[in-house]
């Protein structure tokens, strides 16, 4: 149905043309409309002839009239058609760089901040134990029976109330 594929092209080109375009393709549509709006008034035309039920001045329409209106506008088509393909393969390859670059940033930093976790983590977990180990060696040698040990406090407040309480309690 001519009125259908009409309706179908007309929905098609709106829905492009207020997409995000590039100038380029501005350009192109720019040069594409006034095409279209001719080969409208062709098929407008057609149309009175097809109503007519003519069919030889279909064919002669056709071929005399209407394809030199279509003509053009495939030919804009097309390069529109180049022109999107060379703006998504630009695209892709933008995304694969971007890609690429970005592996190698998680390679570099992924691994690096695993191995500052894991310092941090010993370095916390030694400054955690080893007042405990000289605490707890402290109080082995007073429940030994050696009760002049010399307790060291250089440590942080918190331990230093610690081991202190524990020598009120001894």
Do not use: C
């Amino acid at each position: 149905n001519l009125v259908q594929a009409e309706n179908k092209i007309a929905e098609n080109w709106k829905a492009y043309t207020t997409s995000f375009l590039i100038e380029d393709e501005k350009k192109l549509i720019a040069q594409t409309q006034p095409l279209l709006d001719e080969a409208d008034r062709a098929v407008t035309k057609l149309k009175g002839i097809m109503e007519k039920q003519d069919a030889q001045a279909i064919e002669t329409f056709t071929v005399n009239e209407l394809y030199p209106k279509i003509d053009p506008i495939s030919e804009k088509i097309s390069e529109l058609a180049v022109l999107q393909l060379a703006v998504a393969k630009s695209e892709y390859e933008m995304a694969v760089a971007r890609s690429a670059q970005n592996r190698i940033v998680a390679w570099v930093f992924i691994p690096g901040g695993i191995l500052i976790a894991i310092l941090l983590g010993f370095t916390l977990l030694r400054a955690i134990t080893r007042p405990l180990d000289e605490a707890i060696a402290t109080f082995s040698r007073m429940a030994e029976g050696e009760l002049k040990v010399k307790i060291d406090i250089k440590r942080r407040e918190e331990e230093k109330e610690k081991l202190q309480a524990q020598l009120g309690h001894a």
